[in-house]
C-alpha cells in the first residue's frame, strides 16, 4: 500500500535534507524500517490525538460514577486506563499484524488454535438460558411455579447480556473507527489475519472493562483513595473483609446505573 499522507511526507522530507549528515548505517536503517517510522510518526499520533479523547467519553457513558471523581490518586488511575487502552501496546500488535501481511508470516503455524478462537471471538455471542435439566434440583415447586421461574431468570439473563454486548460493541467500533482511518493498512489483513485481530481486540475490550469495574467497585464501595495504590491481592483480601453494608450499597448503585441504561 501506498502511504500518502503528511506523516511520511515529513519522513522523506527530513531524510531528504539530512541525507548528507546521515552515516550509510543511518540511511539503512531509515530505508529498511521505512514503516515501523511511519508508525511511530505519523499513525500512532493521530490515533492518539483521537482514540484518547473518544474512549474517556465511552469510559464515562459506560461507568458514570468515575466521571465524578475528583480524589486525585483514583482520577490517576483513571486516566491510566486512558492513557493505556488501545495506544502503545495495541497499536504495535496491530502493525505486526500488518509486517506479518506484508512479509507473507503464516499465523495459522505459529496459531495452533486459530479455528478453536472462530466460535468464541468471531461469530455472535448467544445469551445463556437455565438449563432445564436442573428441574430436578427444584423438585419442591410446580411445574407452573418453574416455568415462571425459569422465565423470569431468562428475562434477567437476557438483559444481563444485551448490555454486555452494547457495552462491547460500542468499543470494538469505536476502536475499529479510529484504526481504520489512520492505519488503513490493517484492512489488507487475510481471513486467517483477521481471527486474530478479533481476539488482539476482545482481549483490548476485557482489559478495559476489568480495569473500569476495578474501579467502578472501588468508588461505590467507598474505599479511601490510598487504598487504590494496593496489589490486585492486597486489594481483594482487603475487600473481603470489607462491611457488608458497604459491598450490598455498591451493588445496589451499580444495579441501579444498569437500569437506567438504554439497552
Known amino acids: 500500500m501506498v502511504y500518502d499522507n503528511e506523516g511520511d511526507k515529513n519522513i522523506e522530507e527530513w531524510s531528504r535534507l539530512n541525507n548528507d549528515f546521515l552515516p550509510e548505517d543511518a540511511k539503512e536503517y531509515f530505508e529498511e524500517n521505512r514503516d515501523v517510522l511511519h508508525v511511530m510518526f505519523d499513525v500512532y499520533p493521530k490515533i492518539k490525538r483521537h482514540i484518547t479523547p473518544a474512549l474517556r467519553k465511552l469510559l464515562y457513558k459506560q461507568y458514570p ?4 471523581e ?14 493505556i487502552t488501545a495506544t502503545v501496546k495495541y497499536l504495535m500488535q496491530m502493525y505486526h499484524l500488518v509486517h506479518g501481511h506484508n512479509t507473507g508470516r503464516n499465523v495459522r503455524e505459529e496459531y495452533t488454535e486459530l479455528d478453536d478462537w472462530v466460535d468464541f471471538y468471531c461469530r455472535p455471542a448467544k445469551p445463556q ?14 411445574n407452573k411455579e418453574w416455568k415462571a421461574e425459569i422465565e423470569e431468570e431468562n428475562r434477567e439473563l437476557l438483559k444481563n447480556f444485551n448490555r ?5 460493541a460500542e468499543f470494538v467500533n469505536l476502536v475499529q473507527k479510529i484504526y481504520f482511518k489512520y492505519y488503513p493498512e490493517l484492512l489488507d489483513l487475510n481471513n486467517d489475519e483477521w481471527i486474530l485481530y478479533a481476539v488482539l481486540i476482545r482481549e483490548e475490550y476485557e482489559l478495559f472493562k476489568e480495569l473500569a469495574e476495578d474501579v467502578e467497585l472501588f468508588i461505590d464501595c467507598e474505599f479511601p483513595e490510598e487504598d487504590i495504590k494496593l496489589s490486585d491481592e492486597d486489594y481483594w483480601k482487603k475487600y473481603s473483609t470489607w462491611p457488608q453494608e458497604l459491598k450490598d450499597k455498591g451493588s445496589k448503585l451499580r444495579e441501579e446505573r444498569f437500569e437506567n441504561e438504554n439497552i
Not at 65 to 68: A, I, V
Not at 71 to 83: A, D, Y
Not at 129 to 142: G, H, L, N
Open 70 to 83: 475528583t480524589r486525585p490518586m483514583v482520577v490517576e488511575f483513571i486516566e491510566g486506563i486512558l492513557f
Open 164 to 168: 454486555e454486548e452494547r457495552r462491547k
Open 129 to 142: 438460558v437455565v438449563d432445564e435439566s436442573k428441574r430436578y434440583k427444584f423438585w419442591w415447586i410446580t
Open 65 to 68: 460514577n468515575l466521571r465524578t
